[in-house]
């Protein structure tokens, strides 16, 4: 059978949701309505799947959230939400997570959303080697990490540096030539100046910038026979 760990801070709807899961013959392995509860939980116990909330109680999120279980556990995450827009779905679309359950939801829902979050996470290929490990940074007095193939690329901005992945961004003071340092040479590039890049998200290049997917950055002069040898393209 398989554990359900529940992260939810609206305690009726926790109970509900607990009481279709049993119905449907998965353990509630318990509920949590903060994101130190589950971490706290993951410690000490062994769980198949975690359906979350995205806004919980406390300063951590269920993003961040995500990105914390994701660097300790290898575990499959149903985001659940009550927000239908085109913008916020957007940001949750993301590698961290086997998928969501928009609030409210049916039986039927609830049980498709399940379902499919443990059969994606049973089908996913292993993560290659290079794409393990994560980047710490501080966010509002919390230390979240970030793993290295959730980073779409980051930014020089003066004394700081922004970060920026699929669903947010981070701004960090320290230079970017300090994250150059800290981060595998064999997946990042500096592309230019104030930019450095994840090589696995680039969707495509010229001699003059670089696209990774709906975002365009300039690279600097002479990168472009450099980038083909990179990117092993032939």
Not at 18 to 30: D, F, N, S
Not at 89 to 116: C, M, N, Q, W
């Amino acid at each position: 059978m398989k554990k359900i760990l529940i992260v939810e801070d609206e305690e009726e709807l926790a109970s509900n949701i607990a009481e279709i899961l049993t119905g449907l013959e998965y353990q509630v392995a318990a509920i949590v309505d903060h994101a130190y509860s589950a971490l706290e939980y993951l410690e000490g116990n062994l769980v198949d799947l975690v359906l979350m909330d995205i806004l919980i109680k406390g300063d951590v999120d269920g993003i961040d959230l995500a990105y914390k279980i994701r660097e300790k556990y290898d575990l499959p995450i149903v985001f659940s939400t009550a927000y239908s827009g085109t913008e916020f779905l957007e940001r949750i679309s993301s590698d961290i997570h086997e998928g969501y359950l928009l609030k409210p939801f049916t039986l039927d829902s609830l049980k498709a959303a399940v379902f499919f979050g443990l059969k994606r996470h049973s089908e996913r290929p292993a993560r290659p080697e290079k794409s393990r490990g994560s980047l710490k940074v501080m966010d509002k007095g919390f230390l979240v990490p970030i793993p290295f193939n959730e980073i779409l690329y980051l930014k020089a901005d003066g004394l700081y540096t922004k970060v920026f992945t699929k669903v947010k961004s981070y701004l960090v003071r320290d230079i970017l030539k300090g994250f150059e340092d800290k981060l595998p040479e064999e997946q990042f590039i500096r592309v230019h100046k104030s930019f450095l890049v994840n090589v696995n998200h680039v969707s495509s290049f010229n001699a003059k910038k670089i696209n990774l997917g709906e975002v365009s950055l300039p690279i600097r002069r002479g990168l472009y026979k450099e980038l083909i040898e990179k990117l092993q393209v032939e």
